[in-house]
């Protein structure tokens, strides 16, 4: 498969960079990793006149581990480099395990953090050639008024499967977003929307510099682990990500976020509140788990059927609770 | 746009090509400078047959721009060997049986060739995990792993 045609500008300078962005906006695409822009646009579901490569800014590619009570990681740093990071894998394991589980390595050598952040959600009748997709009546995400995946839907259900997105938002993550003269930092929770089409609250002029992750004052427990059909290159059928700090119990210190299931990831409440109220036990993870399947909203039936998507997610919710309660347990013992 | 001309070194010899903004690495490889070492297979990152090494990273060439890599030195399949000798792990591949069709070939010793450079003893788990974007579609994976575990026993017998 060939690419499209279209133009290419290596900025200097994050300025020049987000100047470009203002003038030219919705004709432009940002390349850092090109593990997800230039496979989608050589499957022409994306087109972009301008192609704007990042790679070279080193603003955009530094770890700071400890930047005022947050550690900041560059939106183009790779994935390789966050995995091989001393400080990521000794304060935020769940992440550096998701990092590390993304796709293979040559992706990751290649692919960065601000690109997992901002991955395309996917879909079977929109992940196709063009003339596959010619096929069908223009669908949400192609800027048409139907979905495919679920028969009269108002909204694209395309999913988002970012390993490293449920991993981030368990760990209270925040991006910070800039454009031409303005920057604003919005917790990753927030960053995503339920809508396929438009996954995220990027506008075009605007791209994310950095990601920041809340340093731990007291201790806490992590985890995260996905479900794929391989285990190398899939995407993930389902993932989750778990957060515990030491003794939690209310709300904010017991966090799960389920991935790759919807078009957005889905951060639990209902369930952790089985927990909240009944605390971490053997019963109250079983009740917790079968709680899971009752929040998740519509599914569909992409990649995986929506019934083992909702099994899946009691499977992980059993997994990661009882992941964390073990943990626990472990240093109670210590 | 129109083409710009852009300086790579490939395998120590520095070209100057002409390329057009939507030209992939693979695509200068193979069809400017004539190195067909490297393959052409799904063009979307899922099979590794195109990979080559720039700064000791195996990347897919098929999915980075030609014009990004600029002044960068990139090492292909035809940059290990000499006319006289094959690099080691081509000559565990052969002596291990590891190559059917040999079309995934270049891409697998050469994502072998940056572990074993960065990791000279690695582990088996080590080796699916660096493998694992890698495709060998005659179904010969146990034999490749052989045979890189194999080329990496002098550097074993070493640390020993």
Known sequence: MRLPRFEYRKPSTVEECLNLLQEQGTKVRILAGGTDLLVNMKYRVVCPELVLGIKGLKDLSRIVPDDKGYMSIGASVTLSEIAAHKEV???FPSFQKAVQSVASKHIRNMGTIGGNICLDTRCWYYNKSKLWR?????????????CHAIKGSARCHAINSSDTVPALIALGAKVKIIKKGQERIVSLKDFFQDNGAQPTVLTPDEMISTVLIPKENGKSFTTFMKITMRKGIDFAMGSIAGYLAENGKAEGELRLVIGSISSAPVTLKKTLQVIGEAGLSEASVE??????RSELGT???????AGYKRHLAEVLVKRALDELREMTKKSRRV | ????IISLTVNETTYEVAVKPWQTLLDVIRDELGLTGTKRGCGIGTCGVCTVIIDGRAILSCLTLAMECDGRCITTIEGISTAESLHPIQTSFIANGAIQCGYCTPGIIMTSKALLDENPSPCDDEIKEALAGTFCRCTGHIKIMEAVKKASQPARDKES
């Open chain 1, 89 to 91: 894998a000794e304060q």
């Open chain 1, 134 to 146: 010619d096929a069908r009546e223009v669908c949400h995400k192609l800027g048409g008024r139907q």
């Open chain 1, 287 to 292: 009740r917790a788990a079968l709680t899971a």
């Open chain 2, 1 to 4: 746009m129109e083409k710009k």
């Open chain 1, 299 to 305: 599914l569909t039936n992409l990649f995986t059927s």
